[in-house]
T-cell receptor, first 112, second 108 residues
């Protein structure tokens, strides 16, 4: 399995607070992705990165920002969490575009 | 935007049965992925294919690019195959577009 971890694994927070989720990889893969998974919607792309400091928006990027200052770390920030951001967040990596994606274990976020 | 449809949404079968899950998409793609997710668990990539057929153990994935359709087959199904199977496609912008998944239950 690809070396990919997410932290925290579980988080409960209150509406309006900032939250940062971390994705860390040891595989030196170029591409990193943040997805959210919700009942009835399936998985949807939030943001992705194609290199250090190179990021772009996905389908559901409103309310989220990302940063990638090192190859191995991709951070997802909710500047002011809302209840609609309660979800399970998955990070994924791939060596290049259009290649197999390897998923992290997920982070369960509950916004009260 | 690519629309990815999976069928059936739910499938319950008996151990040993041959299983087929279908996926169709609306726009041309560069690759199609089949993923597996166990309850409460992580997501595992089963196959990535852009043409033809791939086989791994009891799992077989096929794709017909002209018809924009893919199938995932499980032979000699077993209760441990119970999971959600997700179809996803690459195409256009980076990142995957996913189907809503097929919930498979294999009863002993």
């Amino acid at each position: 399995d690809a070396g990919i971890t997410q932290s925290p694994r579980h988080k409960v927070t209150e509406t309006g607070t900032p939250v940062t989720l971390r994705c860390h990889q040891t595989e030196n893969h170029r591409y990193m992705y943040w997805y959210r998974q919700d009942p009835g919607h399936g998985l949807r792309l939030i943001h992705y990165s194609y290199g250090v400091k190179d990021t772009d928006k996905g389908e559901v990027s409103d309310g989220y920002s990302v940063s990638r200052s090192k190859t191995e770390d991709f951070l997802l920030t909710l500047e002011s969490a809302t209840s609609s951001q309660t979800s399970v967040y998955f990070c994924a990596i791939s060596y290049n575009r259009d290649e197999t994606q390897y998923f992290g274990p997920g982070t369960r976020l509950l916004v009260l | 935007k690519n629309e990815v449809e999976q069928s059936p949404q739910n499938l319950t079968a008996q151990e040993g049965e041959f299983i087929t899950i279908n996926c169709s998409y609306s726009v041309g793609i560069s690759a199609l992925h089949w993923l597996q997710q166990h309850p409460g668990g992580g997501i595992v990539s089963l196959f990535m294919l852009s043409s033809g057929k791939k086989k791994h153990g009891r799992l077989i994935a096929t794709i017909n690019i002209q018809e924009k359709h893919s199938s995932l087959h499980i032979t000699a199904s077993h209760p441990r195959d119970s999971a959600v199977y997700i179809c996803a496609v690459n195409g256009g912008a980076d990142g995957l577009t996913f189907g809503k998944g097929t919930h498979l239950i294999i009863q002993p």
